[in-house]
Every structure is written in C-alpha cells, then in structure tokens.
C-alpha cells in the first residue's frame, strides 16, 4: 500500500469499567470482535443499542454471581442504570 501503510485485522474492541486507582479490579462488559462490530455498524441504532444493552446486562449478571466480583457488578450496573434483579 502506498506509504508503507499495510492492512491489518482490526483489533478486538473492549469497553471496560474501571475504578480510579490502578490496583482495583477491572471488569470486561462487552467484547466484540470486528465481525460482530461490523454487524452492530449495518444494524439500526436502536437495534445495535439493544443488542449492546442485552450482552452487557448479561455479563453483568454474570459477574455479580461471582463473590469476588459482585460489588464491582453492582456499582457498574446501577451506573448504567441496569437493573440485576
């Protein structure tokens, strides 16, 4: 390609919530590959916002049946304003 720029497979996109300091746990709610982006980027909004929505809830209930990580679920929940019960 000109100017020496190459294709390369797109990265895998992640949204993460995070805490303020480094030492605290970081919680994965969503993770995309770039089929599944391309997907969601030909969907409608409110189709793609729904599809989003929904795996991020799941994950989050996931993550709240684990001990370690269920205070971290909660709080990133009530943020989103998702409901886990």
Same mark, same amino acid.
């Given at each position: 390609m000109a100017g020496g720029m190459c294709a390369r497979k797109a990265p895998e996109r992640? &949204? &993460? +919530?995070?805490?303020?300091?480094?030492? =605290? =746990?970081?919680? $994965?709610? *969503? #993770?995309? $590959? &770039?089929? =599944? +982006?391309e997907i969601l980027k030909e969907s409608g909004y409110e189709h793609a916002k729904s599809i989003v929505g929904?795996?991020? #809830? *799941?994950?989050?209930? #996931?993550? #709240? *049946?684990?001990?370690?990580?269920?205070?971290?679920?909660?709080?990133a929940a009530r943020k989103l304003g998702i409901d886990l019960d």
């Open positions: 992640r &949204s &993460s +919530f995070a805490g303020a300091t480094q030492n =605290q =746990q970081v919680i $994965t709610l *969503l #993770s995309v $590959t &770039s089929e =599944q +982006f929904e795996k991020i #809830s *799941l994950r989050l209930h #996931s993550l #709240s *049946l684990d001990p370690a990580r269920r205070d971290k679920a909660l709080i």
